[in-house]
């Protein structure tokens, strides 16, 4: 019985013992889409050695001690690989990592832009000391969690995104020695936890307004260019250092007289009310200078300050009839003046009331805070008077200011025109040049004329390095006309089908860099913006190319003023977009995001091909590029006669291959099948990355540098 009872003890051990051996199995296992994301940051660095342990497939980083990996379970919660002289990029996968808390790649070599996909839930972000361009993604506004992020020392360049509004768990934030440009972010201010901001060395303009209020014990804002006075509260923070910038000399001056008290405080001047005093506070007492001895006031005193007081009220009275009749006397001469201006503020009609409304509610729904919005007046087609509030951060030009950049529009300075009207090269008096979009208002209807100030404030506010930035516009003398920056090489159209060197420029290399900048700039546009923009107009001749080869979206935020049905069916510009427009858009008028991929893949098959997309030169069934080019994409044979001769065979078949399978993607008939252009991203970086493996092992291609574009703003300003 003893023996039998000995025996049970050792089976219920040995069974115990394997649970345990085995939940530890389990328990060791990384997860497969953490192991994912490692893997592709391990082939972005191109397999480095320092990262002993790591492999670019298989493995498993919990249970094998990966360099620099910490996991809790089967979760990746930490990633410390700094200082070890890493080169490359950081991925496209880094999001899969949703349990990550620390990531520090400081001091290496990482180049290229940060990826709009992070892991969310970081608290520790370092990604200083490196090589890193672009701007800072607005996904970290989503990092609900963060505590720790460090920038500095990169080349991250344009306006410091408002992404702060969510972060009141931050207390370190540094983006010092960058080249960060414009005024401070407002959603700084509600950084209520910020102890430690360092933003010297950058190229910082404004005041530094937005920093007041904040547990500030360490602030450097050195060598930048901020003006205006120093806040007094500033001035006491523990470490302060603002050298290097244009401020007034010495501290803010104090307030005027009788400024209105901050926000939350009463707004009733009863400073010596007891409510609004501490107890035994001086304030409290009687401002009475005679209640210091205990006697009262005399019968004398009391009838003087009567009377003194019906005096005075006697006067104000006066003053108040007399001024009332002055007015009514202007009133009146104004009415029988025959002046034209108060009738016609009186003759706005219900319909323009009822569009201002519309306007101002949705402005506000966009808009920053109030100091930047700008209210123009306008005079609708009606004869009607229209004021607009919008936001506009783009400069307000003149119209004989843009007639003297570019001559008075004449047709020699006439670079294109499209289904809104044409295009003119600027040269202004300080030499730079720029290019005007002159709208012509024939093809607007009233409403979308009406529009037309909200359509520029929503444009000003987008910010990419593959976007064609709104640089300012004008609204005077019922001209309607955008001003851009003037980017040197033309048009991607241009270049396909006008050029005769594209053989030397246009490499398969340089295509592919090109696809994946359009693409990186309708990935901002769809998914970065709130609410998303839809560009409508994709198609080659809007795609521009800088003299690096990198493209730049023109046209963004137009959708809304969009020509009339009449002018657009008949205009000669507009029939070669049919080429590129979703059978969505032919079959119903909708026009969504998944329409944009379409219209991508067109041009992404324009790129593969050299061909146009209506060619009504060619035979009937190779006319359409879309009908002819699909049913071969994955035909091996077919596409190595459907590809642009100018490239004399200069590509890699895989390249080729992978490039034709992202095409088909895209221009599936259905929208509903067809990929996010994140997606389409992170396809084309395994294609560029692949790519730079084949120019390091061959250099047949010698005119291929690799190189991104430079790179993704990611502000959010919608």
């Not at 936890?193 to 005041?207: C, D, E, K």
């Not at 963004?556 to 969009?562: I, V, W």
């Not at 657009?568 to 998944?594: D, I, N, R």
């Amino acid at each position: 019985m003893e023996r039998k009872r000995w025996r049970l003890f050792l089976e219920a051990l040995v069974l115990v013992e394997l649970i345990i051996f085995g939940f530890g199995l389990v328990q060791g296992t990384t997860d497969p889409s953490d192991v994912q994301a490692l893997q592709v940051l391990y082939t972005s660095l191109n397999n480095p050695s320092q990262l002993t342990g790591w492999k670019s497939s298989g493995g498993d980083p919990c249970a094998e001690s990966w360099k620099g990996i910490s996991c809790e379970g089967s979760a990746v919660v930490s990633i410390q690989i700094s200082g070890l002289g890493l080169s490359g990029s950081m991925g496209y996968m880094l999001n899969g990592l949703v349990k990550l808390r620390t990531l520090d790649l400081s001091g290496n070599n990482f180049h290229d832009a940060i990826p709009y996909q992070l892991p969310p839930n970081l608290t520790s972000f370092n990604i200083a000391h490196n090589n890193l361009t672009g701007n800072l993604p607005y996904s970290i506004a989503t990092m609900f969690s963060l505590n720790y992020l460090n920038a500095s020392s990169n080349s991250l360049a344009q306006s410091i995104g408002d992404i702060f509004l969510n972060l009141t768990d931050l207390s370190t934030v540094d983006l010092s020695s960058n080249n960060f440009s414009g005024d401070l972010p407002a959603s700084l201010n509600t950084v209520s936890n910020l102890s430690t901001l360092h933003l010297q060395n950058n190229q910082l303009t404004g005041s530094l307004n937005v920093l007041t209020g904040l547990p500030l014990t360490d602030l450097n804002v050195a060598n930048n260019q901020f003006n205006g006075w120093i806040p007094r509260e500033l001035i006491s923070i523990p470490n302060f250092r603002y050298d290097g910038n244009s401020f007034n000399n010495g501290p803010a001056p104090p307030p005027p007289p009788y400024t209105p008290p901050p926000p939350g405080r009463s707004h009733n001047n009863r400073s010596n009310s007891p409510s609004s005093k501490k107890p035994g506070d001086s304030g409290g007492r009687s401002s009475n200078p005679s209640n210091g001895n205990k006697k009262g006031l005399t019968a004398g005193a009391i009838i003087g300050i009567v009377v003194g007081s019906l005096l005075v009220l006697l006067f104000v009275v006066l003053v108040f009839v007399f001024c009332a009749r002055k007015g009514r006397k202007k009133e009146n001469s104004l009415a029988t003046s025959g002046g034209r201006l108060p009738v016609i503020l009186e003759k706005v009609s219900s319909e323009a009331r009822e569009h201002r409304t519309k306007t101002t509610a949705t402005a506000a729904n966009l808009s920053p805070p109030p100091e930047n919005l700008v209210v123009e007046r306008m005079q609708g087609k009606n004869g009607s008077v229209k004021r607009v509030k919008s936001p506009i951060t783009a400069t307000s030009y003149s119209v004989a200011t843009l007639q003297t950049a570019t001559n008075s529009f004449s047709q020699d300075n006439l670079i294109g025109e499209g289904s809104l009207g044409r295009v003119y090269r600027a040269e202004f008096s300080n030499g730079k040049l720029m290019a005007i979009k002159k709208i012509d208002n024939a093809a607007l209807s009233l409403q979308e004329e009406d529009n037309f100030l909200e359509a520029v404030s929503n444009m000003s506010r987008l910010r990419h390095p593959n976007i064609v930035p709104l640089a300012g516009y004008c609204a005077e003398h019922g001209q309607r006309l955008l001003v851009h920056d003037y980017i040197a090489n033309g048009s991607l159209q241009d270049l396909l089908y006008f050029a005769d060197d594209r053989s030397k420029m246009l490499t398969w290399n340089a295509r592919i860099r090109v696809a994946l900048g359009t693409a990186r700039g309708l990935e901002y546009l769809h998914e970065v913006c709130l609410p998303s923009v839809v560009h409508r107009n994709l198609k080659s001749a809007n795609i521009l190319l800088d003299e690096e080869l990198n493209p730049h979206l023109s046209d963004c935020g137009l959708a809304s003023l969009t020509p009339n049905t009449e002018r657009q069916v008949s205009s000669t510009q507009m029939v070669g977009s049919f080429g590129y427009s979703a059978p969505e858009f032919a079959l119903s008028g909708l026009y969504t995001v998944k329409s944009d991929v379409y219209s991508f893949g067109v041009v992404m098959l324009e790129l593969l091909t050299g061909r146009k997309p209506l060619d009504s030169s060619r035979v009937r069934s190779e006319q359409s590029l879309v009908r002819w080019a699909t049913p071969q994409l994955h035909d091996i044979d077919a596409l190595a006669k459907m590809v642009d001769p100018s490239l004399n065979g200069m590509y890699a078949a895989k390249s080729l291959s992978r490039f034709a399978d992202i095409i088909a993607l895209c221009v599936q008939p259905e929208p509903e099948f067809r990929p996010p252009m994140s997606e389409v991203v992170q396809a084309l970086v395994r294609l560029m990355q692949r790519a730079s493996v084949v120019k390091r092992r061959s250099s047949e291609d010698s005119g291929f540098i690799y190189r991104t574009p430079d790179h993704e703003a990611y502000e959010m300003s919608y």
